[in-house]
């Protein structure tokens, strides 16, 4: 017979009926938060031996020009649309947009947005790292986000999705609250890491306007319907259970002027439902460890 592989051990086994209901503010049965991803690509990064930046040789001028457009034009038609209808942004964050775009980051501060690390850039990927390196991306996230923001980061999406072995474990080392990185379930959950606590908030690459557009080859219309209908599902379960939605952004994409409409329809229906809390991520981590 053969054998299965060994559990990684990231997070108990949990099923999802039968578990202690979570309880958000006000009755509310949905958290929701949004998380725009603000971002700078590099036009020439260092190649990396596992994976290609980009799908072409670099320098990437359409690439990196495609992705700028956040940075100068659809960061603030996507801000202003989630600001008019009561939706704080969760920001997955380049960190070196900082130093590249600080009127972006600013704008974010400005609105009441919170910030967490999403590497320094997306086209730096974690695979084989040292500890040493991995310990001073996590550094200088800390410090560059303080610098820029006021506020010391609590949550991590790892660049490009790229971890070690050791990052969990690592975050929490760190006194982070929370990871982006586990899509295996719609409720906060703990993770199983070497000290401290950590927290696994619902992120989603189902939802993620990135998997939408370039994977799923959705219209501007079928997604925002695609939201409306994850958020129904989850507002009524939530009902029973208190769940989570997360809708991961990238402004260069949902913030084209032919994709806005429709996603700020969505994002209306919401936030007159009813049964949605509008929150930021780290809100949600706190009310959620508050009834652990």
Same mark, same amino acid.
């Given at each position: 017979?053969?054998?299965?592989?060994?559990?990684?051990?990231?997070?108990?086994?949990?099923?999802?009926?039968?578990?202690?209901?979570?309880?958000?503010?006000?009755?509310?049965?949905?958290?929701?938060?949004?998380?725009?991803?603000?971002?700078?690509?590099?036009?020439?990064?260092?190649?990396?031996?596992?994976?290609?930046?980009?799908?072409?040789?670099?320098?990437?001028?359409?690439?990196?020009?495609?992705?700028?457009?956040?940075?100068?034009?659809?960061?603030?038609?996507?801000?202003?649309?989630?600001?008019?209808?009561?939706?704080?942004?969760?920001?997955?964050?380049?960190?070196?947009?900082?130093?590249?775009?600080?009127?972006?980051?600013?704008?974010?501060?400005?609105?009441?947005?919170?910030?967490?690390?999403?590497?320094?850039?997306?086209?730096?990927?974690?695979?084989?790292?040292?500890?040493?390196? &991995?310990? @001073?991306?996590?550094?200088?996230? $800390?410090?560059?986000?303080?610098?820029?923001? /006021? +506020?010391?980061? #609590?949550?991590?999406?790892?660049?490009?999705?790229?971890?070690?072995?050791?990052?969990?474990?690592?975050?929490?080392?760190?006194?982070?609250?929370?990871?982006?990185?586990?899509?295996?379930?719609?409720?906060?959950?703990?993770?199983?890491?070497?000290?401290?606590?950590?927290?696994?908030?619902?992120?989603?690459?189902?939802?993620?306007?990135?998997?939408?557009?370039?994977?799923?080859?959705?219209?501007?219309?079928?997604?925002?319907?695609?939201?409306?209908?994850?958020?129904?599902?989850?507002?009524?379960?939530? &009902?029973? @259970?208190?769940?989570?939605?997360? $809708?991961?952004?990238?402004?260069?994409?949902? /913030? +084209?002027?032919? #994709?806005?409409?429709?996603?700020?329809?969505?994002?209306?229906?919401?936030?007159?439902?009813?049964?949605?809390?509008?929150?930021?991520?780290?809100?949600?981590?706190?009310?959620?460890?508050?009834?652990?």
């Amino acid at each position: 017979m053969q054998q299965n592989s060994a559990d990684p051990g990231l997070y108990d086994y949990v099923p999802y009926r039968g578990r202690k209901k979570i309880v958000w503010p006000e009755g509310k049965t949905c958290a929701v938060w949004v998380a725009p991803n603000l971002e700078y690509y590099e036009i020439d990064p260092p190649i990396h031996p596992k994976r290609n930046p980009w799908p072409h040789p670099a320098p990437s001028v359409v690439g990196y020009s495609h992705r700028d457009h956040s940075n100068r034009v659809s960061h603030w038609r996507m801000a202003d649309v989630m600001s008019r209808h009561g939706f704080p942004g969760s920001v997955s964050l380049s960190v070196a947009l900082c130093q590249h775009h600080p009127e972006v980051v600013a704008d974010g501060v400005a609105r009441g947005w919170e910030f967490f690390s999403h590497g320094i850039y997306n086209t730096r990927y974690s695979y084989d790292m040292t500890e040493a390196q &991995e310990r @001073s991306i996590i550094e200088d996230s $800390i410090k560059t986000v303080q610098d820029a923001t /006021g +506020q010391r980061i #609590r949550g991590w999406l790892a660049p490009a999705l790229t971890h070690t072995t050791r990052t969990l474990d690592l975050l929490a080392e760190y006194e982070f609250d929370y990871t982006c990185d586990l899509y295996h379930d719609d409720q906060v959950q703990e993770v199983k890491v070497a000290s401290n606590g950590l927290a696994s908030i619902p992120y989603s690459l189902e939802v993620n306007d990135h998997y939408g557009f370039f994977v799923y080859n959705m219209s501007g219309r079928e997604y925002a319907d695609t939201l409306v209908r994850q958020y129904e599902r989850l507002a009524k379960e939530g &009902e029973q @259970s208190g769940t989570v939605m997360c $809708i991961p952004l990238h402004a260069y994409l949902i /913030g +084209q002027p032919h #994709r806005i409409g429709p996603f700020e329809e969505a994002l209306e229906h919401i936030a007159k439902d009813g049964r949605a809390w509008l929150a930021r991520s780290g809100d949600i981590v706190d009310a959620w460890r508050a009834q652990q």
